[in-house]
Structure formats: structure tokens, C-alpha cells
């Protein structure tokens, strides 16, 4: 059975697909930045990291600090406790129209 936060990444990347971003997975493994997002999406030369947590999660301090370098080098990064998190960010952000009918 999939956990909250394997199910909330999944709605994360359909809602991206959906919106017409090119995103995918990043998996920890031997090499990897260390606190590196779970999810990368880009569309339209905009870009952003996608930390995804289930309700009541927290970052690492790994994770803290890779949000922090991608801020400080002009990166958008969001940690998202839903699809509807993302889109907020993206409206807000990229100017996109709301596909979700967020108010």
C-alpha cells in the first residue's frame, strides 16, 4: 500500500503533466546532493524544486539547506503538502491560470 506522501507526489506530477510541465522523480542514492528535493519540474524556462511532505512532515536540516542554496542562487523551491500547494505557487508565481479552481 502507498504512504500519504507516495500519493501526494503522485497528484503533485499528475497536476504538473496535466499543466503542461516536463517534471520528474529524484531518488537519494549514493552521489546525490544531499537533502536534494523529491520532485523537479520545468516549463517555459521556469523551474522549480518540489520538497513533498505528508501532513505533519518536516524537513531535515539537509533539506533546509538545499532550499536555501536554490533561493540564494534565484531558484524556486516549495515544500508542498499538496497538489494544491504547487498550483498556488505556480499562479502566484508564473502567472498560470488556476486549473483547480483554488479561490
Known amino acids: 500500500m502507498p ?7 503522485k497528484s503533485i506530477k499528475d497536476y504538473l503533466r496535466l499543466s ?8 537519494q542514492g549514493l552521489g546525490s546532493y544531499r537533502g536534494i528535493a ?14 513533498v511532505k505528508a501532513h505533519g512532515g518536516r ?26 500547494d504547487v498550483e498556488r505557487y505556480i499562479v502566484e508565481n508564473f502567472n498560470e491560470k488556476s486549473l483547480l479552481n483554488l479561490s
Do not use: C, R, V
Open 59 to 84: 524537513q531535515s536540516e539537509h533539506q533546509n539547506k538545499f532550499e536555501h542554496d536554490i533561493k540564494q542562487h534565484g531558484g524556486h523551491y516549495i515544500l508542498a503538502y499538496s497538489a494544491e
Open 20 to 27: 503542461g510541465w516536463f517534471t520528474f522523480s529524484i531518488m
Open 38 to 51: 523529491d520532485i523537479y519540474a520545468i516549463k517555459n524556462n521556469n523551474n522549480i524544486w518540489i520538497e
Open 3 to 9: 504512504t500519504p506522501e507516495t500519493l501526494i507526489k
